[in-house]
């Protein structure tokens, strides 16, 4: 099956600072969303984007589909950024998600 | 509804006894999936409904877990002769129709179970 690997697994960011998170997978996909996951536990969909590049306000993600990697770019980070990010694929449209590991970020004020 | 509506928030269960957990989807998504998440751990998928198709249970880790989505609404995830290596929060997801709406997953806030 698919394989997903993200980097860094942790990140702590002084609030203001930028960050780039990175999405490996290891096979052609159909389908790749970013979410976040606040402190309290709650999956919310940040992008869907198999390819190109998307951005919503100081968000932004890119996909490299035929170099099977994903970017998701945080600007001038505030502490409600903090909770962990997940880069999830498939292979089929609208199918199951393989999810990877995540980045947990943490932002100090 | 507005959002995934998962219930109970938690569950509590002896070892061996059986557990039902349910999630009711946003109105008019077709699809539905269940994953479970461990403690510290990424998502692990279970269960993949799409309309009266037949689901993908490719992720079910054994045969005490079964699930059911009835009239493509309401769906029931259960486990029965529960062990503790099944504590985990079970989480709930549902989309609309490809597409058509919008790509994005939604997600419930998910049953925290706990087998002691």
């Known amino acids: 099956g698919i394989q997903v690997e993200q980097s860094p697994p942790d990140l702590i960011l002084q609030e203001g600072a930028n960050s780039t998170l990175r999405c490996n997978f290891s096979d052609s996909v159909n389908n790749l969303q970013w979410f976040h996951q606040n402190p309290w536990g709650q999956l919310i969909n940040l992008f869907y984007i198999p390819s190109g590049t998307k951005q919503n306000g100081r968000l932004s993600a890119t996909t490299v589909a035929t170099e099977r990697y994903s970017l998701l770019y945080i600007s001038s980070s505030q502490t409600t950024d903090s909770g962990v990010y997940f880069c999830a694929v498939g292979g089929n449209q609208g199918g199951k998600l393989i999810f990877g590991q995540g980045t947990e970020l943490s932002v100090k004020p | ?116």
């Not at chain 2, 062990?83 to 049953?111: I, N």
Request: proline share 5%; aromatic share 10%; net charge positive.
């Open chain 2, 1 to 116: 509804g507005a959002g995934v509506s998962q219930s109970p928030s938690n569950k509590v269960t002896e070892k061996g006894k059986d557990v039902e957990l349910r999630c009711d989807p946003i109105s008019g998504h077709t699809a539905l999936y269940w994953y479970r998440q461990s403690l510290g751990q990424g998502l692990e998928f279970l269960i993949y409904f799409q309309g009266n198709s037949a689901p993908d249970k490719s992720g079910l880790p054994s045969d005490r877990f079964s699930a059911e989505r009835t009239g493509g609404s309401v769906s029931t995830l259960t486990i029965q002769r529960t062990q503790q290596e099944d504590s985990a929060v079970y989480l709930c997801a549902s989309r609309p129709p490809w597409g058509a709406k919008g790509y994005g997953y939604t997600f419930g806030s998910g049953t925290r179970l706990t087998v002691v």
